[in-house]
């Protein structure tokens, strides 16, 4: 069935970046694109941005915009999402999602990625 | 724009809930609204896309729907199960395709 494995729980100090993976198996990685959404602890969602697997357009919250990079691996269908310039407020659970090719957010989700921003 | 949800609901098992998620700004109906499932420690699931589409897997007890005369969307639950409790959220988009997401409703299934 359709998968997005997420890479493991970082910790990072301010000022530093971290790069979360997401790959996906069992469907056609181009058709689609991949969404990426944080939860503060306690907190709501928060859509950071898209990144089409067809063409790697992509379009970012205008909050991220300068401190994030979505790429993509075709050869091995994964995901990448770069943050830099943390801040103990980019501490959050990041998640990957598959979306349309057209930016709709339909799922499935990964299991999320813990990144801790402390000094 | 922001999507207003309810800070919480509560039904009892069998019953039927409807969550609401209203624009402040800008028609309803001009981008979809998708809605997501949130059980406690868990990631989100896709329960809505498209308005009213629902992903293969998604009970035919969850259906989403637009109201332009109160610029909002609804998601409703119906035959209430306990696993149904959790945070259900609703998201849309802005004129530059940005995502922006409701504040959350805690479903509770007394």
């Known amino acids: 069935q359709v998968q997005l494995v997420q890479s493991g729980a970082e910790v990072k100090k301010p000022g530093a970046s971290v790069t979360v993976s997401c790959k996906t198996s069992?469907?056609?990685?181009?058709?689609?694109?991949i969404s990426w959404v944080r939860q503060a602890p306690g907190q709501g969602l928060e859509w950071m941005g898209w990144?089409?697997?067809?063409?790697?357009?992509?379009n970012y919250a205008q909050t991220f915009q300068g401190r994030v990079t979505m790429t993509l691996d075709t050869s091995t269908t994964t995901a990448y999402m770069d943050l830099r310039s943390l801040r103990p407020d980019d501490t959050a659970v990041y998640f990957c999602a598959r979306s349309t090719s057209y930016n709709i957010l339909t799922g499935p989700w990964g299991q999320g990625t813990l990144v801790t921003v402390s000094s | 724009f922001m999507l207003t949800q309810p800070h919480s609901v509560s039904a009892s098992p069998g019953k039927t809930v409807t969550i609401s998620c209203t624009r402040d700004?800008?028609?309803?109906?001009?981008?979809?609204v998708q809605w997501f499932q949130q059980r406690p420690g868990s990631s989100p699931t896709t329960v809505i896309y498209e308005d009213n589409q629902r992903p293969s897997g998604v009970p035919d007890r969850f259906s989403g729907s637009i109201d332009s005369s109160s610029n909002s969307a609804s998601l409703t639950i119906s035959g209430l199960k306990t696993e149904d409790e959790g945070d259900y959220y609703c998201q849309s988009y802005d004129n530059n395709n940005h995502g922006v997401f409701g504040g959350g409703t805690k479903l509770t299934v007394l």
């Open positions: 700004s800008g028609n309803i109906d001009t981008t979809y």
């Open positions: 990144i089409s697997a067809g063409t790697a357009n992509t």
């Open positions: 069992d469907y056609t990685f181009p058709t689609y694109g």
